[in-house]
């Protein structure tokens, strides 16, 4: 049988062309070639550096050796390093909001519509946290609860950043951090700055919707409280067009509102079964405390409002 000219299309077909100066295949070449041999390797080369790039960029080794168990218990480094990722993801959210009240300071609710919905991706990841926790027996949480002293959740600075943007201010929260100026500075500074729901409300009246002045020039270092005429405002806008921007924005306000509330209610579950109704440490109330805080909703009328509708 004859061999097929180099001109056959069939040739062509079964072998592809052979551009001028590439090297020809090998004629045995194994059909996992690729994968034994890849086209790329990671350079582990560092040169004369000390480190590597990627810990320089995300100080994994800071990260790792900042637990120091004060018990022999081994449940206290899960409870140690839970409540250090908790922190983590605190940072995360704080920056969030601020980044969303800038941005609807200037009325761009593009970034501010952006970073709300990334907050409730780092919500989700922050509540599910408590699972390494929420399953705990009193004797399992009392094996290294000494541990804690007088430390409590609620001396947290950035959760209570996380609390001022959402506009459950409180002067007396700052006495904890008397003795650490940064945190107390800038805590003073959250203190003072109006809310997310302030500049959310801010943005309502601009957009020719009836906010009351008393709303709108409220201290805004005092706890919000809710305004009737600020439901009847939600009310009409959940009223018109469900496609409108404003609407869309008080869904994503909504979605927040809702995992912080199930942030809190997770809180009190796991310090329920941990502990029942013992008091907290720190001197708190311990569940009665947290019972009073998984009742409060955030952006109250974006809630009450629905009944108006």
């Known amino acids: 049988m004859s061999q097929p000219s180099p001109n056959d299309p069939a040739h062509s077909a079964s072998t592809g062309p052979i551009e001028p100066g590439a090297p020809a295949e090998p004629e045995h070449a194994s059909a996992d070639s690729a994968e034994q041999d890849p086209p790329f390797s990671p350079d582990l080369s560092i040169g004369s550096r000390t480190t590597t790039p990627y810990e320089d960029y995300v100080q994994a080794d800071v990260l790792t050796h900042l637990q120091h168990p004060l018990s022999d218990d081994p449940g206290e480094m899960v409870f140690l390093v839970t409540t250090q990722v908790m922190e983590l993801w605190f940072t995360v959210i704080v920056h ?63 959760y209570r950043r996380m609390e001022f943007l959402l506009g459950e201010k409180s002067a007396s929260m700052l006495v904890p951090h008397r003795g650490a100026p940064r945190e107390h500075a800038e805590l003073e500074k959250a203190l003072q700055e109006p809310s997310l729901w302030d500049e959310v409300l801010r943005l309502l009246a601009r957009r020719g919707h009836a906010v009351p002045d008393a709303v709108l020039r409220r201290d805004p270092a005092l706890r919000y409280e809710p305004d009737p005429a600020v439901e009847a405002v939600w009310a009409e806008i959940y009223a018109g067009s469900q496609e409108a921007e404003l609407v869309r924005l008080g869904e994503a306000l909504t979605d927040v509102a809702e995992l912080v509330w199930r942030w809190r209610n997770d809180h009190l579950v796991a310090t329920r079964r941990a502990m029942g109704a013992k008091m907290g440490t720190g001197g708190s109330a311990g569940v009665a405390w947290l019972e009073k805080r998984a009742r409060k909703n955030v952006f109250p009328e974006l809630w009450t409002a629905r009944s108006h509708v």
Request: without cysteine.
């Open 96 to 158: 969030e909001w601020h980044t969303a009240a800038e941005a609807l300071r200037r009325d761009d609710l593009t970034v501010a519509m952006d970073a709300l919905h990334r907050s409730t991706y780092e919500l989700e990841a922050l509540n599910a946290a408590w699972k390494p926790l929420a399953r705990l027996t009193p004797a399992q949480f009392n094996a290294y609860r000494s541990a804690l002293g007088e430390g409590s959740g609620f001396q947290s600075a950035m």
